[in-house]
């Protein structure tokens, strides 16, 4: 799988220029946050957050919300087409979850095997849960009727904890002491430009905020063939690196994390908080792919 350069946004025409949403109904994989971001074209041009949206039509196109948009041909999340829905019959789930009469998609990519009709959301719906009739899934993949059981279960003590400590005071009082670091996508770009190997994880946060955690299953997806950046005598690396398969070889002692940009996927490793690698990745790739199932 290689990566597509990013397209810059090409010049739009003043005189045919019109928005076509709200641009603001990026729910954010379903956790209810809004962005900045949505669709507009001209007459000879689709644009969504300011980016080209390739292959798209602009005299058919239309933005049927929360990131998805559709031409005569093809439906589209933000500026990827999901490839082989009947926009004609195609329609939204909820959450990040769509599909057609034959197809359902997570985001941009196909939940395979799916069965299409029987095809619904779960709660909680901001987990991105579902049941087809027979299989559950979570994110897209495939999961057991034990996990979400887990999950649900969990996710109810959890719940019940903070619904404590909202009552105590606690929460609204550490709240009010936290500091949001918000920066523009431009600083955020050019920092992790000047970014030095080796620094620690606190100065990144302390720049740009804390970074979303990124599971131990998924750490290849983000930095493939570690074993050769993490070899004796070789502690640092950095680059734009594709995804390229589930054989990589992870350390126990690394932590992963990514900050998003409108653009790309911004990540480092970190090995005993010092930072080791820094990947960028077209923001396609925001999400890991399925993983192969062991079966």
């Given at each position: 799988?290689?990566?597509?350069?990013?397209?810059?946004?090409?010049?739009?025409?003043?005189?045919?220029?019109?928005?076509?949403?709200?641009?603001?109904?990026?729910?954010?994989?379903?956790?209810?946050?809004?962005?900045?971001?949505?669709?507009?074209?001209?007459?000879?041009?689709?644009?969504?957050?300011?980016?080209?949206?390739?292959?798209a039509d602009?005299?058919?196109?239309?933005?049927?919300?929360?990131?998805?948009?559709?031409?005569?041909?093809?439906?589209?999340?933000?500026?990827?087409?999901?490839?082989?829905?009947?926009?004609?019959?195609?329609?939204?789930?909820?959450?990040?979850?769509?599909?057609?009469?034959?197809?359902?998609?997570?985001?941009?990519?196909?939940?395979?095997?799916a069965r299409?009709?029987?095809?619904?959301?779960?709660?909680?719906?901001?987990?991105?849960?579902?049941?087809?009739?027979?299989?559950?899934?979570?994110?897209?993949?495939?999961?057991?009727?034990?996990?979400?059981?887990?999950?649900?279960?969990?996710?109810?003590?959890?719940?019940?904890?903070?619904?404590?400590?909202?009552?105590?005071?606690?929460?609204?009082?550490?709240?009010?002491?936290?500091?949001?670091?918000?920066?523009?996508?431009?600083?955020?770009?050019?920092?992790?430009?000047?970014?030095?190997?080796?620094?620690?994880?606190?100065?990144?946060?302390?720049t740009l905020?804390?970074?979303?955690?990124?599971?131990?299953?998924?750490?290849?997806?983000?930095?493939?063939?570690?074993?050769?950046?993490?070899?004796?005598?070789?502690?640092?690396?950095?680059?734009?690196?594709?995804?390229?398969?589930?054989?990589?070889?992870?350390?126990?002692?690394?932590?992963?994390?990514?900050?998003?940009?409108?653009?790309?996927?911004?990540?480092?490793?970190?090995?005993?908080?010092?930072?080791?690698?820094?990947?960028?990745?077209?923001?396609?790739?925001?999400?890991?792919?399925?993983?192969?199932?062991?079966?």
């Amino acid at each position: 799988m290689l990566l597509r350069s990013n397209q810059k946004n090409q010049s739009a025409d003043p005189a045919s220029f019109e928005v076509l949403d709200s641009g603001q109904e990026n729910l954010m994989l379903g956790l209810g946050t809004n962005s900045d971001a949505g669709y507009a074209r001209d007459a000879a041009q689709v644009f969504f957050d300011g980016l080209l949206v390739n292959h798209a039509d602009p005299y058919t196109f239309c933005s049927v919300g929360n990131c998805y948009g559709r031409d005569r041909s093809s439906v589209f999340y933000e500026r990827f087409r999901l490839q082989g829905a009947n926009p004609s019959r195609w329609r939204y789930l909820g959450g990040n979850y769509s599909r057609d009469d034959a197809r359902v998609f997570f985001l941009n990519r196909q939940v395979k095997n799916a069965r299409a009709v029987h095809f619904q959301q779960i709660e909680p719906f901001e987990y991105h849960f579902a049941y087809d009739g027979r299989k559950f899934y979570s994110a897209g993949q495939i999961c057991s009727a034990e996990d979400y059981v887990e999950f649900l279960r969990t996710n109810m003590q959890s719940r019940l904890k903070f619904a404590d400590l909202v009552e105590s005071g606690h929460w609204q009082r550490n709240v009010g002491k936290e500091e949001r670091w918000y920066r523009a996508p431009d600083e955020v770009l050019s920092y992790f430009d000047r970014l030095e190997l080796g620094s620690e994880l606190a100065t990144i946060e302390a720049t740009l905020g804390k970074g979303v955690e990124i599971q131990q299953p998924d750490w290849e997806f983000y930095f493939p063939n570690l074993e050769n950046l993490c070899r004796e005598g070789l502690l640092q690396a950095r680059g734009t690196l594709s995804w390229v398969g589930h054989d990589a070889v992870m350390p126990e002692d690394r932590w992963v994390y990514k900050w998003m940009h409108p653009e790309k996927v911004l990540a480092c490793s970190f090995v005993d908080t010092k930072v080791i690698a820094v990947v960028v990745l077209d923001a396609e790739y925001a999400n890991p792919p399925p993983r192969r199932s062991s079966g």
